[in-house]
């Protein structure tokens, strides 16, 4: 017999960063941590690792990061009693932020693969 609540409930030990060995519990933690320091600052993969005093190496799983990033902070938000206006606000900013640093990877990869 399988729980409904165990289909809908993720894996919190799940790896997200293979090279430095850090699990999706770890990461929401110290996203969480970050908030309570300024509910409102720009979190980024970067800022995260720095906060675990790690740092990128491959950087192939910060798109999963940012993920984590959106999902924690619109919890911890959702938690806090935010008002619409500023949740809406803050994960519009975060958004496009993650838009614009896909857009401006993607620009590098195709760069990079130009024939000279």
């Given at each position: 017999m399988i729980?409904?609540?165990?289909?809908?409930?993720?894996?919190?030990?799940m790896l997200v960063c293979s090279c430095n060995f850090i699990t999706e519990k770890?990461?929401?933690?110290?996203?969480?941590?970050?908030?309570?320091?300024?509910?409102?600052?720009?979190?980024?993969?970067a800022?995260?690792?720095h906060a675990m005093e790690?740092?990128?190496?491959?950087?192939g799983c910060f798109p999963n990061v940012v993920d984590l990033i959106i999902r924690t902070?619109?919890?911890?938000?959702?938690?806090?009693?935010s008002t619409e206006a500023e949740i809406f606000d803050f994960m519009d900013?975060?958004?496009r932020f993650h838009e614009e640093n896909r857009r401006a990877d993607i620009e590098r990869r195709q760069n990079s693969h130009r024939a000279a």
């Open positions: 729980h409904i609540s165990a289909l809908t409930v993720p894996d919190k030990s770890e990461i929401e933690d110290t996203i969480i941590g970050l908030l309570d320091e300024d509910c409102w600052q720009l979190i980024v993969p800022k995260v690792y790690k740092r990128g190496r491959c950087c902070t619109q919890h911890y938000h959702a938690c806090r009693h900013r975060l958004k």
